[in-house]
């Protein structure tokens, strides 16, 4: 199947800056990915649907000028948070639908924020 | 809207033995692909098996397979053969053909005891 990576896995950064997290789709060219948001013990919220090229798409409830999201390339997304906060930390998973024929997303191993 | 709903938070099952986990959903989308994934403490999401609305056959991959029941709107995972290794949290998946966007369930974690 598809590869996804994430970087940075695990960030801790200071209440009031801003983070990016990478998510690159390493053997396919992605149009569309997805960025979720998964709470400790709780399923995986989707957050929005990053285009390639375009704005991204946000879920109702979802802060789109908190969460910035970036789809420059076929094989890049990138959201960052800014002006993190305590409640902002979470864990951040990115997917790609190489899956396409199939509907099967492909996740990437997800990034842990910290703020503090 | 679409939902769906895994009515079991836990469950736990004896190693080599079979364990059946819950999902039910509801949608009034006529086409759509239903999916189990798999979250052990890694927390890397894994495909366990995944099953076309269109087609009447349960999927089967291996241990693992699923009685799917179109009009009752179920949708459970069969695990025989139980190891060590299924311990993890499973999510039911569901999307509309068309949408690649994902409803998930709430998760069941399902502990293997040796």
């Known amino acids: 199947g598809a590869v996804v990576s994430q970087h940075p896995s695990w960030v801790i950064c200071k209440s009031g800056t801003s983070v990016k997290i990478e998510c690159r789709s390493l053997?396919?060219?992605?149009?569309?990915m997805f960025w979720y948001r998964q709470f400790p013990k709780q399923s995986l919220m989707l957050m929005a649907t990053?285009?390639?090229?375009?704005?991204?798409?946000?879920e109702q409830g979802v802060e789109k000028d908190k969460f910035l999201i970036n789809h420059a390339s076929l094989t890049l997304s990138t959201l960052t948070v800014t002006s993190a906060h305590p409640e902002d930390s979470s864990f951040y998973i990115c997917s790609d639908t190489a899956g396409l024929s199939s509907y099967e997303q492909y996740f990437g191993p997800g990034t842990r924020l910290t703020v503090t | 809207a679409q939902t769906v709903t895994q009515s079991q938070p836990e469950m736990s099952v004896q190693e080599a033995e079979t364990v059946t986990l819950s999902c039910t959903y509801d949608t009034s989308e006529n086409n759509y692909y239903l999916f189990w994934y798999k979250q052990p403490p890694s927390r890397q999401m894994i495909l366990v098996i995944r099953q076309e609305a269109y087609k009447q056959q349960n999927a089967t991959e291996n241990r693992f397979s699923v009685n799917f029941q179109k009009a009752a709107k179920s949708f459970s995972l069969k695990i025989s053969d139980s190891q060590l290794g299924d311990t993890a949290m499973y999510f039911c998946?569901?999307?509309?053909?068309?949408?690649?966007?994902?409803?998930f369930g709430t998760g069941t974690r399902l502990k293997v005891l040796a």
């Open positions: 990053s285009n390639e090229g375009s704005k991204a798409t946000y």
């Open positions: 998946a569901f999307t509309a053909s068309g949408t690649y966007k994902y409803i």
């Open positions: 053997d396919f060219q992605a149009t569309t």
